[in-house]
């Protein structure tokens, strides 16, 4: 069975811890990012309990917790992602999401899309590989992520184009309390301004502002950036990876490596059938 899931770029964002009625802290996180057109594609069949990521064998503790949380029939998973893993593109989401949609048809569990998507979400969380990149891939589209609600910014399909210059550690950032502290204040701070002003443009201007004022953006970002809206375009860092992401900009990129193009996915994740 095969299911597919959307990568999808964070912004900005800010983490709340909480407690959800069992013993382990866990987080929540508000804030707002673009769904791609880029897709994880992932395939599960029963088998020896093996997962496989682009054709190698990997432990994938976000994906193992997925299908032990779901069955204890064994299955193989064979996860295919386009861009590399830990730059901020939400591969670990995608690759948990995909997983869970293939696996509630192969077995019939009989789960919903809600349902499934709150198990790739508690996965992401314990393994600290991601906060709020699954919510964001079941819905597709420029998505803003409240309190007490979730919400799209409305944009048809817009061209979006990066470059990837490494990997960043999600896990260690998200330990870091004093840093967290700051990404809470400016996460919040953006979404509220976001909301008054809910348009594309906007989101892009606050993500820039975000990664500034945290202290996020790499160096290797921000020449990029500049550079980006030296040519009247408008740019950001990827959340969290060593990468930018931006729009009308092809050619100010070109200089700072291979430039990636796609475009914003309204649909979100969905079976193969």
Aim: glycine residues 10%.
């Amino acid at each position: 069975m095969r299911a597919t899931c959307p990568l999808h770029i964070t912004g900005f964002f800010a983490i709340h811890k909480g407690d959800h009625g069992n013993t382990e802290e866990v987080s929540e996180s508000v804030g707002c990012g673009v769904v791609l057109d880029d897709k994880v594609v992932t395939d599960v069949e029963l088998g020896s309990g093996t997962i496989y990521i682009n054709e190698e064998i990997e432990s994938a503790l976000t994906t193992k917790s997925v299908v032990e949380s779901l069955t204890d029939v064994r299955v193989d998973v064979k996860t295919r992602f386009g861009v590399p893993m830990s730059c901020g593109f939400g591969t670990s989401g995608a690759g948990a999401f995909s997983t869970a949609l293939a696996l509630n048809e192969l077995l019939s569990l009989g789960l919903t899309y809600g349902d499934l998507c709150k198990v790739a979400t508690r996965a992401e969380i314990k393994h600290k590989t991601g906060v709020g990149d699954v919510i964001a891939q079941s819905i597709g589209g420029v998505v803003m992520r409240g309190f007490t609600h979730i919400d799209k910014i409305s944009i048809g399909a817009q061209n979006i184009s990066y470059v990837i210059f490494g990997p960043l550690s999600t896990s260690e950032i998200l330990k870091d309390a004093k840093l967290m502290k700051i990404v809470g204040f400016y996460g919040n701070k953006c979404l509220k301004t976001l909301l008054k002003r809910p348009v594309f443009a906007e989101f892009m201007k606050l993500s820039r502002e975000f990664a500034f004022n945290t202290g996020l953006m790499t160096d290797k970002v921000k020449d990029a950036v500049e550079a980006v809206e030296a040519s009247g375009g408008l740019a950001s860092m990827v959340m969290l990876g060593d990468a930018i992401f931006a729009v009308d900009s092809s050619e100010a990129l070109r200089e700072f490596g291979e430039v990636q193009y796609t475009r914003i996915n309204n649909c979100g994740a969905n079976l193969v059938l």
